[in-house]
């Protein structure tokens, strides 16, 4: 019994050893999916129409701020000539205009979480293979994701993501594009 707990320490130090060795052995590479998302051209109109649905979704509830405002300063204008009947009426429309507001700001707020993740997850998939594609050309064994992985440093010698880039644009027949505006 007493050789069964030194058997299994000699068993984990020598696949430690094994594990050790592999990983020595093993190609590695980083990609920041950020910087594809930002600088290929595929990657530039899908933040583009992630911006123009918010500034959409941003417009419509200025536009009921408006409203709103204008309702309240016809209330606070007016009060002394507005029968209590008329003034009650205003502050019910008032009432009623920001429950609007409310609705249709949560409305958005879920709108753009929709959007986004339809337009994140078709990039992804379309990157996914592409990446695949790249570690196979390049045997490698592991591709870390900067954007993802909480990486301290790495070598920029091994940093597929320039690649990424130039096959995703390819794929997709875009010409290099210009810079986002951030």
Not at 28 to 44: D, M, P, R, Y
Not at 135 to 143: A, E, H, N, T, V
Not at 144 to 157: H, I, R, W
């Amino acid at each position: 019994m007493k050789r069964f707990p030194r058997l299994c320490a000699l068993l984990i130090l020598a696949l430690a050893g094994l594990a050790g060795t592999a990983l020595a052995q093993a190609k590695i590479a980083t990609l920041n999916s950020q910087e594809v998302l930002e600088k290929s051209a595929e990657g530039k109109k899908a933040i583009a129409a992630l911006q123009a649905a918010d500034k959409k979704h941003s417009d419509d509830i200025t536009r009921m701020d408006d409203q709103i405002r204008q309702l309240q300063n016809r209330l606070t204008t007016q009060r002394l000539t507005l029968t209590a009947e008329a003034a009650a009426s205003i502050q019910a429309e008032i009432q009623k205009k920001q429950t609007d507001r409310q609705r249709a700001a949560e409305d958005a707020t879920k709108a753009m979480q929709q959007i986004q993740a339809t337009t994140l997850s078709k990039v992804q998939d379309d990157l996914i293979p592409l990446i695949e594609q790249v570690r196979k050309d390049m045997g490698l064994d592991l591709i870390f994701d900067l954007a993802k992985s909480g990486t301290v440093y790495f070598n920029p010698a091994i940093d597929v993501t320039a690649e990424i880039i130039r096959r995703y644009d390819a794929l997709k027949g875009a010409a290099p594009a210009a810079p986002v505006k951030k």
